[in-house]
């Protein structure tokens, strides 16, 4: 009973951790793809202008 803040503290910590890691894998994933998905995105606006 005496250590739970504390246990509570740490799990949001390694929660805070695990959010920062996994925004960086994200924004290293959108930087690598980032030109593909705007290439794709750029041939549907021209298809869909031609109609």
């Given at each position: 009973?005496?250590?739970?803040?504390?246990?509570?503290?740490?799990?949001?910590?390694?929660?805070?951790?695990?959010?920062?890691?996994?925004?960086?894998?994200?924004?290293?994933?959108?930087?690598?793809?980032?030109?593909s998905i705007g290439n794709v995105f750029s041939s549907v606006n021209r298809s869909?202008?031609?109609?």
């Amino acid at each position: 009973m005496l250590f739970a803040p504390s246990e509570k503290g740490q799990g949001l910590v390694e929660q805070a951790l695990l959010l920062v890691l996994v925004s960086i894998i994200v924004i290293a994933v959108l930087m690598v793809l980032g030109p593909s998905i705007g290439n794709v995105f750029s041939s549907v606006n021209r298809s869909l202008s031609g109609i």
